[in-house]
């Protein structure tokens, strides 16, 4: 069974940047959409970017702007580059398959000053 596994998570002050990565431990990824997710303390868990086959990419109105989804299908890896990042983006930042029941561990980003 295929797993994903994030990384790229840690602490960072507020307007600062960090690049989230979710590896997928097979090939065939590229004919899936992919998805950024996370999850605040006390929150539901929320939406942040999807990426489909061609590389359409959709985002969050609170994350448009300043964050960007990507894919490199040799290397079988989603990206999510955060960029002017504020303290609401606190939280586990998960990357799933779209569509499927497929989920990483999870990676805790931090922006605190």
């Known amino acids: 069974q295929v797993q994903l596994a994030e990384s790229g998570g840690g602490g960072v002050q507020p307007g600062g940047s960090l690049r989230l990565s979710c590896e997928a431990s097979i090939s065939g990824c590229r004919f899936y959409a992919m998805g950024w997710f996370r999850q605040a303390p006390g929150k539901q868990r929320e939406l942040v970017a999807r990426i489909n086959q061609e590389s359409t990419t959709n985002y969050v109105d609170s994350v448009k702007g300043r964050f960007t989804i990507s894919r490199d299908n040799d290397k079988n890896t989603v990206y999510l580059q955060m960029n002017s990042l504020k303290a609401e983006a606190t939280a586990v930042y998960s990357c799933?398959?779209?569509?499927?029941?497929?989920w990483g561990q999870g990676t805790l980003v931090t922006v605190s000053s």
């Open positions: 799933t398959i779209w569509g499927t029941d497929v």
